[in-house]
């Protein structure tokens, strides 16, 4: 199980070309990759997500590539032939003009410096290419590795949360066959004490309302649902795959049954157990929400 937190960074020294990736990585409801690469890298950037998709499937990745080196800092010179004539013409124009004096010489055209534009190298070559997606790859593994390291131990506090929900449905399980018999005696004594100055009444028929609003506070099967996704949580956790919005799926479903007990309950200790088990509900959910 993979947490969506992780940091990696690599790097790559050779003669012509230094190679620097850094990945951060948090928690996000999606796989969204955002690039900040050199130009020259622009026309491979689908590669490079690929890499990093083949490892990482949620979460919100920033990845920065910094190259340098005499490959990576090609620069090409390039002469605005047109506008250098341009020059040359309108400046004798103006000597026969004026009657001016001197030479048109390579130090004034210096001048212009829009005759003259530096430009980067587009793409990189296919070696430097090559140099870079393995960096990367190694930059990925890291950051998969530190995801995988902090996974495991959320996992392992997962497990521990559930096993004590487990723990405390049981015991709510027990409780429930008491909190039915005193719920049952309590309404029949009740029911006594309102009748005691009459005898006409129909006492099957009165047994028979007590069994039904008693069944009424029953939690039987909120506790066979809390049970069953409880099962399916600790299932689940151990798929080696993205688990964390079925997770958190789960988490709900036994969030809304606690909410249930909560209020058809009337006894003190069950209602008192219900706060606790959503309280750990509710740190499970925060844990989940950083889980691939």
């Known amino acids: 199980m993979l947490s969506m937190t992780g940091y990696g960074r ?69 002469t605005d032939w047109d506008l250098a004539r341009q020059y040359i013409d309108q400046l004798r124009q103006l000597q026969s003009t004026y009657q001016l004096s001197g030479d048109i010489s390579i130090e004034m055209l210096g001048q212009f410096p829009d005759i003259f534009t530096i430009q980067e190298v587009e793409e990189a070559d296919s070696e430097s290419e090559e140099s870079i997606k393995l960096t990367l790859a190694k930059a990925v593994d890291k950051t998969v590795q530190m995801r995988l390291n902090e996974g495991t131990a959320l996992k392992k506090d997962l497990l521990e949360r559930s096993e004590k929900i487990q723990y405390k449905i049981k015991q709510l399980g027990e409780r429930r066959k008491i909190v039915i018999i005193e719920y049952q005696e309590r309404i029949l004594e009740r029911i006594n004490k309102y009748l005691e100055n009459t005898s006409v009444y129909d006492e099957s028929r009165l047994y028979q309302e007590i069994a039904i609003l008693a069944e009424k506070g029953d939690i039987s099967e909120e506790l066979t649902r809390l049970h069953s996704h409880l099962k399916q949580f600790q299932y ?28 058809k309950s009337n006894d003190p200790w069950i209602s008192e157990q219900i706060v606790y088990l959503k309280s750990e509900a509710e740190k499970m959910k925060e844990q989940i929400q950083n889980i691939e």
């Not at 990759?33 to 083949?54: A, G, T």
């Not at 079925?246 to 809304?256: P, T």
């Open 236 to 263: 689940i956790i151990e798929e080696n795959q993205p688990v964390g919005r079925k997770l958190d799926f789960i988490v709900q479903e036994m969030n809304r049954e606690l909410n249930t007990i909560g209020s």
């Open 10 to 78: 690599e790097e790559l020294h050779k003669e012509d070309i230094e190679v620097s990736v850094e990945i951060k990585t948090i928690n996000h409801r999606y796989l969204d990759i955002s690039f900040y690469i050199p130009k020259s890298l622009l026309h491979i950037e689908d590669q490079l997500k690929m890499i990093i998709q083949e490892k990482m499937k949620r979460g919100k990745i920033a990845v920065s590539i910094h190259v340098t080196g005499k490959k990576a800092n090609e620069k090409q010179l390039h």
